[in-house]
């Protein structure tokens, strides 16, 4: 229990530092950016995988340049990575109490 907690906090953190990372590639082309962080449970293997999912709003003007350096940095990036959206911007709506693993910027 406490070596897979301890693997949790460490993807959290190394998800943080991959999070800033692509804040600073993208800087100036977003109006706000949400890290989202659960837990996966996949029936072929022993233990919950966390998924972590980065989300950017995205001005309708700055939308071709996110995507084209967006495309450019995920090539670079070490974890495996998607580009999807135009989404609604609910994901940065947040309850009262935001969810635990959760933070805006």
Request: charged share 30%; net charge positive.
């Amino acid at each position: 229990c406490r070596a897979r907690l301890a693997e949790e906090e460490r993807a959290g953190v190394e998800m943080e530092l991959l999070a800033e990372r692509c804040r600073g590639a993208l800087k100036g082309q977003f109006a706000k950016s949400t890290v989202e962080r659960r837990t996966v449970r996949d029936p072929r293997a022993q233990t919950p995988r966390t998924l972590h999912s980065l989300y950017f709003l995205v001005p309708r003007p700055s939308l071709s340049r996110f995507l084209d350096d967006s495309s450019e940095l995920r090539a670079t990036l070490p974890a495996q990575s998607e580009i999807s959206g135009p989404w609604p911007p609910y994901n940065f709506v947040l309850p009262k109490k935001a969810a635990l693993g959760q933070a805006i910027r």
